[in-house]
């Protein structure tokens, strides 16, 4: 196992804000969710998949729902309600061990997002096990059955799932992941928006035939980039480049944001973040559709990129953004990174390309 310093966690989560494509929650939020972690320097190991015994138990935790504006206010009527002075994806997790009757010997991450990973990271840190060097995602996804554990076939039952104001419930079995998702979904209505989760607890030897594996370590590798040349006072630009250079990408767009129309709804963030060009792409428009997460963007009106690779966005100083956190005038720089493989397959498109969100498109890669 490899130990994770304070740095090393920093770079993680700032990839995976990249590779969130403006989903995952809140970079900032996931820092502070981890500033406790490293100051106080909890121990934090790196695990690979060889070193997961097939007969220990792991499971995911992470939050669920629509992620608010960073200057959102909480609605008065949650505002009257106790909260835990801690992620309630903690709480889930802790309820999960105790449901099952076994100790975890580690933590998976459910997505690679700036937020959802600190989840995973903090789960870990707290309860002294090490993080797995793997994910069922590749990136951020919007919904539970969007998972590598579904395209292989794992149950995502039993699963428990935690409200910020330390309720706790625990679903038995589900009929499916759509259906689970359905449940934890309207839960995270009635609970501000937001839950805590955990779920696919399971044997080693099942997870490492559901899991992509080395996903931290490759989004370490992304934040790593993005901090070295934004700290060198880098453009947006030039990080961009940098990241899409390295890591098998292409830049799509430089403009600024003209509108960003969204909506909360369902539980989920829709809108959508129309761009006018600037220097080498001045003159053109941009569009990009989004579910919590990037889903589909347009070049002077013609389809770009979409689902499953990933559209990701940058400002001005090469940071990344999440939505909904736009403003008109904003600098946006895009680029598309590729899909993990498994995205690709007959079985990855069917759980996670344009048809499941009502596209009328084919998937064909942006290279």
Same mark, same amino acid.
């Given at each position: ?5 304070? *740095? *090393?966690?920093? /770079? ?24 406790? *972690?490293?100051? =106080? ?34 609605? =008065? ?7 835990? %002075?801690? +992620? ?5 997790? &802790? ?38 060097? @793997?994910?069922?995602?590749? &990136? ?20 428990? $799932? ?8 625990? $679903?038995? !079995?589900?009929? !499916?992941?759509? &259906? ?16 805590? $989760? ?6 080693? /030897? ?6 992509? +594996? %080395?996903?931290?370590?490759?989004? /370490? ?8 040349? @934004? ?9 961009? !480049? ?11 767009? /430089?403009?600024?944001?003209? @509108?960003? +129309? #969204? ?10 973040? %129309?761009?006018?060009?600037? !220097? ?11 579910? %919590? ?11 770009? $990129? ?36 498994? #995205?690709?397959?007959? =079985? ?11 596209? +009328? ?7």
């Amino acid at each position: 196992m490899i130990k994770l310093s304070g *740095d *090393d966690i920093k /770079k993680i989560l700032y990839g995976c804000a990249v590779l969130g494509t403006g989903g995952g929650g809140n970079l900032e939020d996931g820092l502070e969710m981890m500033r406790e *972690d490293i100051e =106080e320097k909890r121990d934090l190991y790196l695990a690979d998949l060889s070193e997961l015994p097939d007969d220990a138990y792991i499971a995911t935790p992470y939050g669920c729902g629509a992620p608010k504006a960073l200057n959102a206010k909480e609605d =008065e009527k949650y505002s009257k309600l106790p909260h835990l %002075n801690y +992620p309630s994806s903690l709480l889930s997790f &802790r309820s999960m061990e105790e449901y099952i009757g076994e100790k975890f010997f580690a933590v998976s991450s459910t997505e690679l997002g700036g937020c959802n990973t600190a989840e995973a990271l903090h789960t870990a840190c707290q309860l002294g096990l090490p993080i797995m060097d @793997s994910d069922p995602a590749g &990136r951020s996804v919007p919904e539970l059955q969007h998972s590598t554990y579904y395209v292989k076939n794992k149950s995502i039952t039993p699963m428990t $799932v935690a409200t910020d104001f330390g309720e706790v419930v625990i $679903v038995k !079995d589900t009929v !499916d992941d759509f &259906r689970a998702e359905d449940i934890v979904r309207s839960i995270a209505v009635a609970s501000d928006s937001m839950v805590g $989760v955990t779920d696919h607890p399971m044997l080693g /030897k099942d997870y490492k035939e559901a899991i992509i +594996p %080395n996903a931290i370590s490759y989004a /370490k590798g992304i934040g790593e980039t993005l901090l070295e040349k @934004s700290g060198a006072n880098a453009s947006g630009q030039e990080v961009a !480049d940098a990241i899409a250079k390295e890591h098998s990408g292409k830049v799509l767009f /430089k403009g600024n944001v003209t @509108s960003s +129309p #969204w909506e909360q709804r369902d539980g989920f963030n829709f809108g959508e973040i %129309n761009l006018n060009g600037k !220097d080498d792409y001045a003159g053109e428009t941009y569009k990009i559709c989004f579910k %919590n997460e990037n889903i589909i963007s347009y070049r002077n009106g013609e389809v770009d $990129v979409v689902v499953p690779d990933l559209i990701c966005m940058l400002n001005d100083k090469g940071m990344p953004i999440t939505t909904p956190n736009f403003e008109n005038g904003m600098e946006i720089n895009v680029f598309a990174l590729p899909a993990p493989e498994i #995205w690709t397959t007959d =079985e990855g498109l069917a759980c996670f390309g344009p048809a499941h969100f009502g596209l +009328p498109v084919e998937y064909k890669p942006f290279k």
